[in-house]
Structure formats: C-alpha cells, structure tokens
C-alpha cells in the first residue's frame, strides 16, 4: 500500500510539471502522432483493397478457370467446357430449368484518371445472359442495361467516379469496336464497381474470340459446393479449377495486400525509430531538469520503482496521446478516401476502392505508440532509479 501511495504522489507531481514542459512533451505526441498516422492510412489501403475482394463474394456462388489458372484473366475455357461446367450437380435453376450461370470474358481498355490524366487499363468484362441473377447485388443506379448483341457497356459507379469518358452517353474507343456507355450500375461496394459490362457475345465478337475465360454460377445452396465441384473435377471431359467465389477473390487480393502491409510496417517501423530517439531525448531532459526533486524525494525515503513508474507513466501518456492523436488524423483524412490502384481482373487492370480505417487499425496505432513511449521511458527512467542522492542534491 505504501509503495502504491509513493507511485501515485510522485506520477501526480510529474503530471502537474507537464505544463511547464509543454514544448518538450510536444516533441513526443507530435513524433508518436506522424508514426501512428502514416502507419494507418497505409494500412487502411490493404484494409480498404480486402473489404472490397471480399464484398465480391458469395459462398452460394462459384467460379471455375481452366486448369492450372492463376486468374480469370489467364484462363481458357471452350465453348463444349462451358456447357459441361453449367451443367454440372447442384447448380440452381431458373423456372425453365436453364442453369443460372454466366460464361464470361474479358479486355482491358485504356483509359485515363480524371485526377491527374494518367493512362490506367480499365476491365471490360463480356457477361452471359443469366448474369443479372447470379449477381442479384448489381443494380443500375443511372440509364439502363445494356442490350445483347450491340456494342453497349454499363460501367460500375467506382470507375465512372475516377476515370475520365464513363458518363452515360460517351462512347469508348477500343481496337475492334466503338462502345457506347447506357448505364452505371453499383454492386454493394464489392470488385466489379471499378468494371464495365457488356454481353459476352458481343465481346467475343470484338476480339474475335471463339471460348470465354470463366464460368460463374450460382448454387443451389452454399453447402452444394463440394457436389459441384466434384461432380466437375472428376469429369475426364474436363480439366479445371472450381473455386468459391468468395475464397477466390480472398486469394486474389492476398499479394497486393501483403506487399502493402510490408511496406506500412517497413515505413512505419523507420518513423517509430525516430520517434523511439525523440521520446528518449525528451524523457531523459525532463529527468535531468527533476534531478534535485527526485534526490530529495529519494532522501526522504521514496523508492527506486516510484521512480521508474512515474516517469514510464508520463512517457506512456504522453503516447498515448500522440496515439490518439494519429488515428484521429488518419481517420479525418483518409478514411472513406477513394483511390485506385493495379490490382483485381489481373494485375495491369485498376481496382478502385475506399480506404478503411477501421477500429481494428486504431488499436494497432494506438499498440505502436504505447510500445514507443514504452522504450522512449524505459532508459529515462532507470536513470532516475539510479541517480545518486548525494551526486544529484549538489547538482545546480
């Protein structure tokens, strides 16, 4: 209880000085503060890319790619695939018995980013005529659907708000064909809001194509995975990979997103440093500038370890503070931001997406710069545990 009652009287002393030693203490939130804010706007890009992956997915909904296939983009299918794979077990039905199911193709177009004219490549993605119930989600937000056998495109609400020539009623240019945009659709947030769509026949014919790439299908359930895939992968007429959609599009944004939390934590871990020096160097002034106090608090008998915690309790505040501070920061200006970059459809395809800083990102910043007050007051404060009494009362 004694050693409880001389932790508190001396962090409370240490507290109340705070003021005298504003500028100072500055230095702390503001280093901890840039650590914790870069750390989480970066970290919300990885964040931000997998919500939008995921959003993709259904687990009634599965995707089936050539053999071997590490994307849609690089997978083959032919015409007689095509009709095996919708007829396989456990895939649902519409009330004329036809497989709801879409084959589909794709291309990339150039086109260019409204903010700074830069030449991305967007996907086009040809899809079946069941694609509308395979994908409920997709809604048409502005103009209308596209109608078969004509050159015409519906574009997702991410794309037309980042890419310049996707309003309705312009027209896009491609190798083989003029395309004129009808429509803008919203797909609950999910991949395909950074594509445009248009009938896979018409497609094909474009690129003077003959298969198609995949095949998405709707189930009959989630649970009538498994039948479907084996009823597929045990077909000799047939050599392909069958997917869950949702497990698919996981595994699609698991590179990007790994290189981006790498680069959040190399970027971030260099920062931390700095701030580590900036607290040490604040910590041990304020220490030197107390020597006389704590020599007479020591005198009259308090203890080493009220020594050492009282000045770890100011350093962790004064983190946590410079914590609170960067996540405040990086929610104010990043979170919900749009932006765009390579990723999803294969990887020269742009994938737009909002940045999402989310409370698991907070508390990881908030993690960080406890740990960098944690070792910025770690040395300080054994210095003040050890300081001589005799040596410190003479100090001027």
């Known amino acids: 209880m004694k050693m409880l009652r001389q932790i508190g009287s001396v962090t409370a002393m240490n507290l109340r000085s705070l003021r005298q030693r504003a500028s100072t203490s500055l230095v702390i939130v503001i280093g901890i503060a840039g650590v914790v804010a870069v750390l989480i706007s970066v970290l919300a890009m990885s964040t931000g890319m997998i919500k939008t992956m995921n959003n993709a997915g259904r687990d009634d909904r599965a995707i089936v790619l050539r053999n071997g296939s590490a994307s849609d983009a690089s997978s083959v299918l032919a015409r007689d695939a095509v009709r095996l794979i919708t007829e396989g077990a456990a895939v649902k039905r519409d009330g004329e018995g036809k497989p709801i199911a879409s084959p589909e193709s794709m291309r990339r177009v150039t086109l260019f980013k409204k903010d700074d004219g830069a030449e991305v490549n967007v996907l086009l993605r040809g899809v079946g005529t069941q694609f509308e119930r395979v994908r409920p989600e997709l809604k048409i937000i502005e103009g209308r659907m596209f109608a ?102 996981k595994q699609q944004s698991k590179t990007i997103s790994r290189i981006i ?48 915690l009282s000045v770890l309790v100011e350093a962790l505040l004064l983190a946590l503070i410079g914590g609170a501070v960067g996540a405040l920061i990086a929610w104010l200006f990043f979170n919900g931001h749009v932006v765009s970059t390579s990723g999803g459809g294969g990887a020269a395809t742009q994938l737009v997406f909002e940045l999402t800083v989310s409370p698991q990102l ?35």
């Open 362 to 396: 907070v508390a990881t910043g908030i993690i960080w710069a406890c740990l960098i007050g944690l070792i910025g007051g770690l040395f300080p404060a054994i210095r003040a545990a050890r300081l001589p009494v005799a040596e410190a009362l003479r100090a001027v």
């Open 148 to 249: 078969p056998a004509v050159n015409e495109v519906i574009v997702g609400k991410s794309a037309n708000a980042q890419f310049k020539g996707l309003n309705v009623g312009d027209q896009i240019t491609t190798r083989g064909a003029v395309w004129k945009v009808v429509g803008i659709f919203s797909s609950g947030g999910d991949v395909h809001e950074s594509e445009m769509m248009a009938d896979v026949e018409t497609v094909n014919s474009a690129e003077r194509r003959g298969g198609f790439q995949s095949v998405v299908v709707l189930l009959e359930s989630p649970g009538a995975f498994a039948q479907f895939k084996d009823s597929l992968t045990s077909n000799p007429a047939l050599a392909v990979d069958v997917h869950r959609e949702r497990d698919y599009y």
């Open 261 to 308: 939390f790498y680069i959040a934590y190399v970027v971030g871990g260099i920062m931390a440093v700095g701030a580590v020096f900036g607290a040490l160097n604040t910590m041990y002034s304020a220490v030197s500038a107390r020597v006389r106090e704590i020599a007479t608090l020591r005198a009259l008998g308090f203890g080493s370890t009220a020594m050492v």
